[in-house]
Protein backbone atom coordinates (compact mmCIF):
# COMPACT_ATOMS: atom_id res chain seq x y z
CA UNK A 1 0.00 0.00 0.00
CA UNK A 2 1.09 3.73 -0.83
CA UNK A 3 1.34 6.01 1.68
CA UNK A 4 0.83 9.56 1.21
CA UNK A 5 2.71 12.44 2.80
CA UNK A 6 0.05 15.05 5.09
CA UNK A 7 1.04 17.80 2.19
CA UNK A 8 -0.17 15.70 -0.56
CA UNK A 9 -3.28 16.72 -1.57
CA UNK A 10 -3.61 15.82 -5.20
CA UNK A 11 -6.44 12.81 -5.77
CA UNK A 12 -7.01 12.37 -2.32
CA UNK A 13 -10.59 12.65 -0.18
CA UNK A 14 -10.68 15.13 1.99
CA UNK A 15 -8.11 17.43 0.71
CA UNK A 16 -8.26 19.93 -1.69
CA UNK A 17 -6.43 23.07 -3.43
CA UNK A 18 -8.25 24.67 -0.18
CA UNK A 19 -6.80 22.69 1.98
CA UNK A 20 -3.44 22.64 0.43
CA UNK A 21 -3.46 26.69 0.52
CA UNK A 22 -4.16 26.92 4.02
CA UNK A 23 -1.11 24.84 5.06
CA UNK A 24 1.01 26.69 2.78
CA UNK A 25 -0.76 29.76 4.06
CA UNK A 26 0.09 29.03 7.77
CA UNK A 27 3.41 28.11 7.24
CA UNK A 28 4.30 31.47 5.46
CA UNK A 29 3.08 33.00 8.08
CA UNK A 30 5.10 31.14 10.55
CA UNK A 31 8.28 32.10 8.93
CA UNK A 32 7.36 35.57 8.56
CA UNK A 33 6.86 35.83 12.13
CA UNK A 34 10.01 34.18 13.18
CA UNK A 35 11.86 35.98 10.55
CA UNK A 36 12.80 32.69 8.22
CA UNK A 37 12.99 31.63 4.96
CA UNK A 38 10.30 29.57 3.53
CA UNK A 39 11.46 28.86 0.04
CA UNK A 40 14.67 28.83 -1.52
CA UNK A 41 14.33 30.03 -4.91
CA UNK A 42 18.39 30.56 -5.78
CA UNK A 43 17.56 26.39 -5.67
CA UNK A 44 15.19 26.95 -8.61
CA UNK A 45 16.84 29.67 -10.96
CA UNK A 46 19.86 26.99 -11.08
CA UNK A 47 17.80 24.69 -12.52
CA UNK A 48 16.26 26.17 -15.73
CA UNK A 49 18.01 27.67 -18.89
CA UNK A 50 17.56 31.86 -18.00
CA UNK A 51 17.40 32.66 -21.96
CA UNK A 52 14.34 30.51 -22.22
CA UNK A 53 12.88 31.68 -18.89
CA UNK A 54 12.98 35.34 -20.14
CA UNK A 55 12.47 34.65 -23.77
CA UNK A 56 8.74 33.53 -22.39
CA UNK A 57 8.36 36.66 -20.45
CA UNK A 58 8.92 38.78 -23.27
CA UNK A 59 6.46 36.20 -25.42
CA UNK A 60 3.74 36.67 -22.43
CA UNK A 61 3.88 40.24 -22.54
CA UNK A 62 6.35 41.58 -20.12
CA UNK A 63 8.30 45.04 -21.42
CA UNK A 64 11.66 44.74 -23.15
CA UNK A 65 12.88 46.60 -19.74
CA UNK A 66 11.34 44.19 -17.37
CA UNK A 67 13.07 41.37 -19.51
CA UNK A 68 16.49 43.28 -19.60
CA UNK A 69 16.15 43.39 -15.67
CA UNK A 70 15.47 40.13 -15.04
CA UNK A 71 17.94 39.11 -17.49
CA UNK A 72 20.65 41.56 -15.59
CA UNK A 73 19.49 39.71 -11.97
CA UNK A 74 20.15 36.73 -13.79
CA UNK A 75 23.57 36.95 -14.76
CA UNK A 76 24.59 38.94 -11.80
CA UNK A 77 23.15 36.45 -9.18
CA UNK A 78 26.04 35.52 -7.29
CA UNK A 79 25.80 32.71 -4.07
CA UNK A 80 27.18 33.07 -0.76
CA UNK A 81 29.15 29.45 -0.80
Sequence with gaps: MRRFTLQQHGFLPDVST????SILTEAAA??????EQLT???KAFDQV????????LGKSGFSKSACELMTSSLTLRHTAD
Design 18 to 21: VTNL
Design 30 to 35: GAIDNK
Design 40 to 42: DFA
Design 49 to 56: DHGLSVSK
